[in-house]
Structures are given as structure tokens and as C-alpha cells.
């Protein structure tokens, strides 16, 4: 069974940095990918970063782009998501997603939550200016 534990949200000021952690456990092959949305009352789910366990590679929408990093350590199946110079508009609930197979990602990923099989509980990144 997959699961997905995410840690590491909390309240920021503005141009602040904080880290969140995904523990991963469940996977039977390397071949998926795992990400970063985020999801603000009353919208839709928004990806924000992905990276593709596969070959490496890794997206980010152009919002975060420049400000954001995602990686991954292989021996602790962890992915983290470093964010830097945070803004107001960052405030949301940080979901970590896992899709249950090769994705092929080939557009922007903003709206890709779809594609998506596994979903940890979410953790709340409030900042404030």
C-alpha cells in the first residue's frame, strides 16, 4: 500500500523559507512520479512541483519557478520541496502526490492533479507579510 506523509508546514513571514518533507513507502518500481500541489479554499488543486523518480527530471509551474526547488533522497524515499522567498500568495495546504505509473509530462503542470493516484493528508504553509 502506498503512502504518502508529508511534514514540515507552518506559519513564515514574507521572503521567508521553509521545507517540506513527503515520506514515501508503498512504491514497487521506480517508475512514477512525485509532487508538490497546493490547494487554497474555493479553488481548484495546483501543481507546483514535480520530479520524475524515473530519469530525475524535474517541473515547476511558473509561479514557484526561480523561488522553489524540489529533490528527492533515494536511501530515505523522501522528496522535499525547499521554498524560498515566500509570498502571501504561497499561503495554502501543501498536498504531496504520487502518480501509480510513468507520466508523461509535456505540458505546463499546473493542472495535472488528475493524474495523479496517491495523496498524503496535506500540511498548511501560512505566510505573512
Known amino acids: 500500500e502506498v503512502q504518502l506523509v508529508e511534514s514540515g508546514g507552518g506559519l513564515v513571514q514574507a521572503e521567508g523559507s521553509l521545507r517540506l518533507s513527503c515520506a514515501a513507502s508503498?512504491?514497487?518500481?521506480?517508475?512514477?512520479?512525485i509532487g508538490w500541489f497546493r490547494q487554497v479554499p474555493g479553488k481548484e488543486r495546483e501543481g507546483v512541483a514535480l520530479f520524475n523518480v524515473a530519469d530525475g527530471k524535474t517541473y515547476y509551474s511558473d509561479s514557484v519557478k526561480g523561488r522553489f526547488a524540489i529533490s528527492r533522497d533515494t536511501a530515505k524515499n523522501t522528496v522535499y520541496l525547499q521554498m524560498n522567498s515566500l509570498k502571501p500568495w504561497d499561503t495554502a495546504v501543501y498536498y504531496c502526490a504520487a502518480s501509480g505509473g510513468p507520466l508523461y509530462i509535456v505540458a505546463a503542470i499546473d493542472q495535472s492533479a488528475m493524474l495523479f493516484d496517491y495523496w498524503g493528508q496535506g500540511t498548511q504553509v501560512t505566510v505573512f507579510s
Open positions: 508503498g512504491f514497487t518500481s521506480d517508475d512514477y512520479v
